[in-house]
Nanobody, 121 residues
Framework: QAQLQESGGGLVQPGGSLRLSCAASGSISSIGVMGWYRQAPGNQRELVAT???????NYADSVKGRFTISRDNPKNTVYLQMSSLKPEDTAVYYCNVDRIVTNGQHHYNYWGQGTQVTVSS
């Protein structure tokens, strides 16, 4: 089995920046699309950004131009650089992997435990 561990959340003022990290651990031989989702109180979980193993990126319109997703394949890690943060970016941010292969077995739709991001003055 694999695990996803997020880090980097916290409190930041509007206009500030934060960098989230998510590392997958375990006997991993392959990882598919890695991504970030977020969920604000009272809202459904929504896509923030995804990145394929080849580096193709996809962003929600609300974060385009402000957030950048990247990944380090040898380290099985995905990052989310968030800039020009707004109060409406406040949410719990979750790391997701759509497919992961460990010990020859395929597992789908892995989620991290979430990390809180609060944008407030």
């Amino acid at each position: 089995q694999a695990q996803l561990q997020e880090s980097g959340g916290g409190l930041v003022q509007p206009g500030g920046s934060l960098r989230l990290s998510c590392a997958a651990s375990g006997s991993i031989s392959s990882i598919g699309v890695m991504g970030w989702y977020r969920q604000a109180p009272g809202n459904q979980r929504e896509l923030v950004a995804t990145i394929t193993s080849g580096g193709s990126e996809n962003y929600a319109d609300s974060v385009k131009g402000r957030f950048t997703i990247s990944r380090d394949n040898p380290k099985n890690t995905v990052y989310l650089q968030m800039s020009s943060l707004k109060p409406e970016d406040t949410a719990v941010y979750y790391c997701n992997v759509d497919r992961i292969v460990t010990n020859g077995q395929h597992h789908y739709n892995y989620w991290g435990q979430g990390t809180q991001v609060t944008v407030s003055s």
